[in-house]
């Protein structure tokens, strides 16, 4: 289940769960929780695509084989569900962007597969307003105090921005102990 904070692992992936009707056995799901304004919407969006991209990495497969509540109900039965068209319809958006996006994170096209491999701790900005302090290994947690990014800067943590525009950055090969007080202040 993810929303625009974070995803929560709820069920272990050998176990079905009541998702898609006729569909359950056929599928890993991930349950998109609705958004009421556009700001928590694109944060979600960006949090779902993270975590089918990983879970597709994992198994080695590609964009082919996610699919909307809907196709699942119109192939197997069993569910009268539309989701997420609906939800992404009242934002603007739409399943074939959603997939794009979730292709971009799968194939390394953006920044945010680096929290996955790179060593040590990173700072992302992603110009959504919300900053996220990322630890391999650990997740990303996102940083919402309106002076975090202050905090951080006068920590000693870097902020750098690629000249293509990138989302902001800063990395470290060692955590020392002014950057995990700062982090201890802040909560996370």
Known sequence: ?????????????????????????TCEGIEICEATNASD???GIDIAADVIAQRLRTHGWGVDRMHPHQWFSQTYGG???????????????????????????LSGATAGQEVDIMAGMMIRNDN????????????????????????????????????NGA????????????????MEQLGV
Do not use: M
């Open 1 to 25: 289940t993810s929303d625009w904070t974070e995803a929560i692992h709820c069920v272990p992936y050998d176990r079905l769960c009541w998702q898609v009707g006729n569909g359950n056995g």
């Open 41 to 43: 919407f694109w944060r």
């Open 79 to 105: 569910s009268d569900h539309t989701d997420p068209i609906p939800y992404f319809t009242r934002f603007g958006y739409n399943w074939g962007a959603f997939v794009q996006l979730v292709q971009q994170k």
């Open 128 to 163: 959504t307003g919300v900053i996220y302090y990322c630890e391999p290994g650990k997740g990303r947690t996102a940083l919402t105090h309106p002076d975090q990014a202050n905090l951080l800067q006068q920590a000693g943590v870097p902020l750098i921005h690629g000249n």
């Open 167 to 182: 989302p902001w950055w800063g990395r470290f090969d060692q955590v020392d102990a002014l950057v995990r007080k700062t």
